[in-house]
């Protein structure tokens, strides 16, 4: 089993709607963590960023953790066609040589329709 | 350049080739990083390495993969005697020092294909 696991789809939803991602981890020592969007034939992107439990809100990017469950998602409020995009969890220790080291999902195919 | 810079942009191999991909990173940042991204998957870590000193290897599959970065700044990964397991897209990352290291900014990536 993979210490990140996450559904990767594919998701399909019409524009405008709410788009919820989710991953599922078992590493106890992971304090940082990320989604980063990948358009295809390019490298991830950074999305969100969240060191420990909670919620982070950026425009109309939500994420959310919840270490007690190892249970972390993302919401997308409004999507648009270019939000259309792999969408990759990733999990990270802190500290040491292991801040950059991070553990990711299998990513979660998302396209929006107009 | 404004971003990560790697090449070249794809790479098909024989069987039993040696190849180089380049990395070029961003200006400034020191952390830089090696991860492999397979079909359908999400990238897995390879190395890492802090101005010229690899910290850590331990994602690398074989010692036919071996990575550079010998004066801090650009970095070579090399894989020996390729094989068709070896096919994959190469991601290189890098990050600033200090508060916020662990957002990691990754360039396109290098498509290894091997024959």
């Known amino acids: 089993q993979k210490e990140v696991e996450q559904d990767p789809g594919p998701l399909s939803v019409p524009e405008g709607a709410i788009v919820s991602l989710n991953c599922t981890y078992s590493?106890?020592?992971?304090?940082?963590f990320m989604w980063y969007r990948q358009y295809s034939r390019k490298g991830p992107e950074l999305l969100m960023y969240?060191?420990?439990?909670g919620n982070k809100e950026d425009g109309r990017f939500t994420a959310q953790v919840d270490k007690s469950s190892k249970y972390i998602s993302l919401f997308i409020r409004d999507s648009q066609p270019s939000d259309s995009a792999t969408y990759l969890c990733a999990c990270a220790n802190a500290g040491g040589t292991s801040y950059g080291k991070l553990t990711f999902g299998q990513g979660t195919i998302l396209t929006v329709h107009p | 350049g404004a971003g990560v810079s790697q090449s070249p942009r794809y790479k098909v191999a024989k069987r039993g080739q040696d190849v180089a991909l380049r990395c070029d990173p961003i200006?400034?940042?020191?952390?830089l990083f090696w991860y492999q991204q397979a079909l359908g998957q999400g990238p897995e870590f390879l190395t890492y390495?802090?101005?010229?000193?690899?910290?850590?290897k331990s994602g690398l599959p074989s010692d036919r993969f071996f990575a550079e970065r010998p004066e801090g700044s650009v970095s070579t990964l090399k894989i020996q005697r390729t094989q068709q397991e070896d096919s994959a897209v190469y991601l290189c990352?890098?990050?600033?020092?200090?508060?916020?290291?662990?957002?990691?900014?990754f360039g396109s990536g290098t498509q290894l294909s091997v024959l």
């Open positions: 969240t060191y420990s439990s």
């Open positions: 590493n106890s020592a992971f304090q940082y």
């Open positions: 990352a890098s990050s600033l020092p200090g508060q916020g290291r662990e957002k990691l900014f």
């Open positions: 390495f802090q101005n010229e000193a690899q910290l850590d």
């Open positions: 200006s400034g940042h020191v952390s």
